[in-house]
């Protein structure tokens, strides 16, 4: 049984270490929306190369998060967390020193490489580290200094392009790293997923590994998903590409990159059917509650993938404002996601989730209608405020509410898996919608040098994603139920993240209501 206290001076040493290792891919995935303006002047990139800069990430991450946390279960949670923080850190170098678009598209793959390994990896060294009787507080640190990271993230990132420039979004990794690795080397102890007689914990992002008939707490096998990793990822990118490609690029090969990505597809689910230790368990999909929630949160993760990747361009190319000024713009949703997400949780184990999962997405539709007030001239407290209010009321209602219910729809001995498939659930769908809206909005290659050209795609863009939302609210509404009372319940309490769930870890039980 893990013995590390918290108050300890290695406890407090070891939560140093998971939060600037997670803060890393936190920070990346908030600020580099602000900074594309920016990246496309310097390295004269149309927007299908700034398109790729955002989805070569996620295509990385989204693909290959789930497998990230069954590595660490079998070779060590440190080992593989220290290696996706070196491999975060060389990545993130790269993308700094990159001399054109196509080189940091490439870097950018990496990063999410890198990501995969450590974002399941710090949530799942605290759970095997801490004494159970610590294992609570510590995560609800860990999130909540993760979520101040998050919350940072906008606002560094638009001092740095404004003042040294873009290129330090990505440097700055590299002396979070140099703390971070040596930390975790001399601090954190190792561990793996070999079963654990009681307190047993499994890796955030579910191990593909263990517990996958849903009873067997702890069973390995072995044998590694990796093909299965290989073609998920391969079908998410060879859509990406026909999405993002099909407003200019030839015919033959956008359609064929279609096909081959349907195929892909296919092939991935025969895979994860027959496989022994399938990395996407397609039996957890048996579960109508679990289903219908990962609808749900296909319909409002696009819907803020989209934003968020919109937004940010317009508030400086169209509004006129620095960088600085358009990251700051956004920070009210993930200050409130910070303030009220815990209060939002305790509300929806008292009501069920069913409303604030109805509420949530039209609350941030409307938010979303409300930027459709954001052009020429805007003004913050007139304009930009009351959006960005609605909206990070509509995230407050829903994030923590989605999170309960999906663990709370599978076995205990599942929370893991159900966890990590309803994050990469979140993040590919935000990699579809950076692909798809230029390309449903009419937007041309070179839309973000002009603001008219670029003012009336976002318009368009603001209303369909108010309409994606409205869609989640009505699958919510009409598919999702209470709980039993004795499902399992989440430890991350505070979340800031706006672009995916908390991930949660394994085996941890708990009462929803």
Not at 384 to 412: E, I, K, N, Q
């Amino acid at each position: 049984m893990p013995d590390v206290r918290l108050a300890s001076p290695q406890g407090k040493w070891i939560l140093l270490t998971t939060v600037l290792g997670s803060s890393m891919a936190l920070l990346d995935s908030t600020v580099v929306n602000v900074a594309l303006p920016r990246i496309g002047r310097d390295l004269d990139a149309d927007l299908a190369a700034l398109q790729w800069t955002v989805n070569a990430y996620l295509l990385t991450l989204a693909g290959l998060i789930l497998l990230g946390g069954s590595l660490g279960d079998h070779y060590g949670r440190r080992k593989v967390f220290v290696v996706g923080v070196v491999w975060f850190a060389v990545a993130s170098l790269l993308c700094g020193i990159a001399p054109n678009a196509g080189v940091l598209v490439a870097a950018r793959a990496l990063q999410g490489v890198g990501g995969a390994l450590l974002t399941p990896g710090s949530l799942a060294l605290i759970q095997a580290s801490f004494h159970p009787e610590d294992r609570g507080r510590a995560v609800g640190l860990w999130s909540g200094f993760g979520g101040m990271g998050a919350a940072v993230g906008p606002f560094l990132g638009g001092w740095l392009v404004d003042g040294p420039g873009w290129r330090w979004v990505f440097l700055l990794n590299v002396p979070l790293a140099v703390v971070c690795v040596p930390v975790a080397l001399r601090h954190v102890p190792e561990s793996d997923g070999r079963p654990v007689r009681s307190g047993a914990t499994g890796s955030a992002a579910g191990s593909a590994a263990e517990g996958v008939t849903g009873g067997g707490a702890g069973r390995r096998h072995g044998h590694f998903d990796v093909l299965g990793a290989f073609l998920g990822a391969l079908a998410l990118a060879l859509v990406t590409y026909a999405l993002i490609e099909a407003r200019s690029g030839p015919v033959g090969v956008v359609t064929g990159a279609a096909v081959a990505g349907l195929v892909a597809g296919f092939a991935f689910v025969a895979v994860e059917r027959r496989h022994p230790d399938p990395m996407l368990p397609l039996d957890i999909f048996a579960s109508r509650q679990f289903t219908a929630v990962n609808l749900v949160t296909l319909c409002v993760y696009a819907a803020f993938g989209g934003f968020f990747f919109l937004s940010a361009v317009q508030l400086q190319v169209v509004v006129g404002w620095s960088a600085l000024g358009a990251g700051t713009a956004l920070l009210p949703t993930t200050v409130l996601m910070l303030l009220l997400s815990a209060r939002s949780g305790e509300l929806a184990e008292h009501i069920g989730p069913r409303i604030p999962l109805t509420v949530g997405p039209l609350l941030c539709a409307a938010g979303m209608l409300l930027m459709l007030r954001v052009g020429p001239g805007a003004s913050y407290a007139a304009d930009v405020l009351p959006a960005v209010l609605v909206l990070g009321f509509g995230m407050v209602a829903l994030v923590a509410p989605l999170t309960a219910t999906v663990l709370a729809s599978v076995d205990v001995s599942r929370a893991g898996v159900a966890s990590g498939v309803n994050n990469a659930a979140a993040r590919a769908a935000g990699l579809v919608a950076v692909a798809a809206l230029p390309l449903l909005t009419g937007m041309s290659s070179e839309a973000y040098r002009s603001a008219t050209a670029f003012d009336d795609a976002f318009r368009r863009a603001m209303v369909l994603c108010a309409g994606v939302l409205v869609v989640g609210a009505a699958v919510a509404f009409t598919t999702v139920r209470r709980p039993a009372p004795d499902c399992r319940r989440p430890e991350c309490r505070t979340h800031g993240s706006v672009l995916a769930p908390p991930l949660e870890g394994e085996r941890t039980k708990g009462r929803l209501s």
